[in-house]
């Protein structure tokens, strides 16, 4: 139909660039969002609860549970023998058995489980069971594990240059320790599956995963059956940060198995305390290094041991470690280098990912060697580190042997920042302050970050996505991609309305499923938007480039000549609706539905030799944080924050921007206020809110800047150009850690000796050490 009368009733935007609100916000806010637990149960649905061990390491000399069994309400008690499949949820390795058999490796882990009519009667239940141990030694510590070589996997090296010899002949040499501790989730909606039994066997799993495939496989594995006898679905998450990609298998598994055995629909959600007994943290670290160096800090050479604790199993402890020895340099140029690694395994539960994926923990030695290079040579820290960024060749290799193309990127974010926050004039005035203050002190650090976007598990770096354009006009996308509040789903939602040039409102959002994308990766490692974004692209495209050629022929152009912006489309001097060119289209018999695929290019890694691009490209960025610190008691506070980050060119400012500021504050908490704590049994004592504090609003600074830097574009071909957001802003919460240590160094003579978190009272040891 001719249409060049019309003209569109909205003038022409783009949708990509543009900063909308998340898709669910309205949901968030008003409580309409639906989560796996607000799902309406089906009749006769059964609750469980899981019976946990009591002990670190020992054998399992006794289990009744007749008692158990016997209680009101029960309807079926399950152990590993009744798993008709595998007794296992590793995701890499078949070391994660879903209930313990004959012995318990970590307090906390699963024994079995009680299905009931109610949650109150399986928690009753459960604890009728009778269970008596026959204690063996455990490994509890990262000291004891590498005192008795207890590892996951051998020790690993990267080396570049001779960092021995380097060593030898360096003007000037130091050596340190620092200690780094874990961190828990404490995702808002915890752990959380429905299993609900379908005809011929098959099952249907609603779960809180980041990883609905492998949700799949290892349920379909424990079943013994085909993984087409299961469908995982996911629509949002409340929260995730990495406690969902591996570990939320168990909780689907022991649902799924409890529908299976008693044919009724069955629901797994574990309160705080247990989900924090059962599930894996970040991973804590003992790092030590020794660095040589010049007259004006540049460093010559750097060995760097790190020995991060894995716990009783793998999961995906050799990945992470992977990463952290990826991230030993953070953004600095070490010509002459030596990183070895530790995975150390002991008898507490398996940690596991988390935004950052070991790269924050190891960022955190080289930091704090560069500090006390600045220290021992009485120069700022700030300089020291602007004098060790990477830069031009020669000065552009990393450990691994991968070239940093964004040397210069680094430096001027680094100088950019250190103009804007004023750096240079408030280290003056910080210096007059504590000269005249004997009890309040303040300090100030300006930090850089570098980190690697891409899955260092190669095949990892892939997606699907599958895109429906309905006869009325009308979007639907699905992509492998999971929702955990971060942003995906509109950021995705975006790149399809711009592909078709239509508004974001016609494309509709639906839940992850595994029955419509299969074989999906884990939303993780920052590249959620990378990877779905070029899927749902590439899909988007396919149906485009049909109606563009339909549209040619029906108007006699060149399909060059079609071009679709505004909820319009132009072929030559022909303007029609979208809306109408698809009714035509379908009319014609035009295929209207189309699957996306994306892969990353350029990545390559030798795991063996240590040498090769793990990473497609990096994400950059520079803090400024200044504290005020009570010497009298340990306590402090963040005064003011400055924070510099590359995102490319942003598909949403607004999503980007919160991905920033939410980042930074889970950084600090890690940092400062969240500690983990097991007792000398190997029992978690720090397990509900009341004894884990993460970061509150009065915790955040009032005076808290954020600048997402302008006028950038992705080297490298993502997707818009924009560079990933997730995890990288995390690691710019150091400029918080080392404006404490700036504090610190204001009083007394000697090290530093300040571990992580860096709660008041380490604060106040750390005071004490140096008086």
């Known amino acids: ?454 899955f260092t598990t190669p095949h990892l770096n892939q997606a699907g996505a599958l895109v429906h354009v309905y006869a009325d006009g009308s979007v639907q996308l699905n992509h492998g991609g999971t929702e955990m509040g971060q942003g995906l789903f509109v950021k995705v939602a975006q790149v399809v309305a711009e592909t078709f040039g239509i508004a974001v409102e016609r494309v509709k959002i639906t839940a992850t499923s595994t029955g419509k994308v299969p074989n999906t990766s884990p939303t993780a490692a920052s590249s959620g938007s990378d990877l779905n974004g070029k899927a749902a692209e590439a899909a988007a495209r396919t149906i485009r480039d049909r109606l563009a050629a339909f549209a040619a022929e029906r108007f006699g152009v060149d399909p060059a000549e079609v071009a679709f912006a505004g909820g319009r489309v132009r072929a030559g001097a022909t303007e029609i609706a979208f809306d109408e060119l698809v009714g035509l289209a379908y009319l014609g018999r035009v295929s209207l539905s189309a699957t996306g695929f994306y892969r990353t290019p350029k990545i390559h890694f030798d795991r063996a030799a240590g040498r090769g691009r793990p990473f497609f490209y990096f994400a950059c960025g520079a803090a400024v944080s200044e504290v005020a610190l009570d010497t009298l008691t340990g306590e402090y506070r963040l005064l003011r924050v400055d924070l510099l980050h590359d995102v490319g060119r942003s598909i949403n400012p607004a999503v980007d921007r919160g991905q920033i500021e939410g980042g930074f504050v889970q950084g600090m908490g890690w940092l400062t206020t969240e500690e983990l704590w097991w007792d000398r049994r190997g029992r978690l004592r720090t397990h509900a809110p009341s004894t884990y504090k993460i970061p509150v609003m009065s915790d955040v600074p009032e005076d808290f800047r954020v600048t997402i830097l302008e006028g950038s574009a992705n080297r490298e071909e993502t997707i818009y150009r924009s560079k990933a957001v997730g995890e990288p802003p995390l690691m710019l919460a150091l400029s918080v850690f080392h404006a404490l240590r700036d504090a610190i160094a204001s009083v007394g003579r000697g090290p530093i000796a300040l571990d992580a978190p860096a709660t008041p009272e380490r604060v106040l040891m750390a005071l004490e050490a140096r008086a």
């Not at 637990?37 to 061990?53: F, M, Q, Y």
């Not at 000399?61 to 009101?72: G, I, K, M, S, Y």
């Not at 953004?331 to 995975?343: D, V």
Request: charged share 25%.
């Open 1 to 454: 139909m001719n249409d060049r009368a019309k003209r569109p009733e909205t003038a022409a935007r783009a949708v990509v660039g543009a900063a909308l609100t998340h898709d669910s916000a309205l949901k968030h806010a008003t409580g309409e969002a639906i989560y796996v637990d607000d799902i309406p149960e089906p009749p006769g649905t059964l609750h469980l609860h899981v019976g946990l061990s009591g002990e670190a390491h020992a054998d399992v000399a006794r289990l009744d549970l007749d008692a158990t069994r016997a209680a009101p309400g029960v309807v079926a008690v399950l152990t590993a023998a009744d798993i008709p499949g595998v007794n296992d949820v590793g995701p890499v390795r078949a070391d994660d058995p879903i209930f313990a058999e004959g012995v318990v490796e970590y307090a906390g882990q699963a024994l079995f489980a009680v299905a009931a009519e109610t949650l109150a009667e399986a928690r009753a239940a459960a604890k009728r069971a009778v269970v008596e141990y026959a204690p063996r030694e455990a490994i509890l510590a990262i000291e004891d594990a590498l005192a008795k070589e207890s590892y996951i996997e051998p020790p690993r090296t990267f080396r570049r240059g001779d960092a021995e010899a380097a060593l030898a002949r360096a003007p000037h040499r130091l050596s340190g320790e620092i200690r780094i501790g874990g961190q828990d989730h404490f995702y808002l909606e915890g752990q959380v599956a429905l299993a609900i039994p379908m005809e011929d066997g098959d099952m249907l799993v609603q779960s809180s995963t980041q990883h609905p495939s492998e949700v799949q496989h290892l349920v379909a594995r424990m079943l013994g059956r085909p993984d087409n006898a299961v469908t995982v679905e996911v629509r949002r998450m409340g929260g995730a940060f990495g406690g969902k990609e591996t570990q939320a298998a168990a909780f689907a598994c022991i649902a799924a198995l409890a529908a299976h055995r008693t044919k009724r629909p069955a629901k797994l959600r574990p309160d705080r305390d247990d989900d924090m007994r059962m599930t894996g943290k970040r991973h804590d670290f003992l790092a030590r290094y020794e660095v040589g160096f010049d007259e004006t800090g540049r460093i010559l050479g750097a060995e760097i041991m790190l020995a991060g604790r894995c716990g009783r199993s793998a999961d995906l402890s050799m990945a992470i470690n992977d990463r952290a020895m990826f991230h030993a340099d953070n953004a600095y140029f070490l010509e002459n280098a030596a990183i070895r690694s530790y995975r150390c395994r002991t008898h507490t539960v398996s940690n596991t990912a988390f935004r950052g994926f070991g790269g924050p923990q190891r960022m955190m030695a080289i930091e704090a060697a560069i500090d006390d290079i600045a220290r021992r040579l009485g120069r700022d820290p700030a300089e020291v580190r602007r004098r060790n960024l990477y830069g031009a060749a020669p000065r552009n290799v990393t450990p691994y042997h991968m070239t940093v193309e964004d040397g210069d990127l680094l430096a001027m974010l680094f100088d950019r920042i250190e103009t804007s926050a004023s750096y240079r004039g408030r280290r003056a005035e910080i210096t007059a302050f504590n000269a005249r203050n004997p009890v309040i002190k303040r300090g100030i650090a300006l930090t850089p970050v570098k980190f690697g976007i891409s």
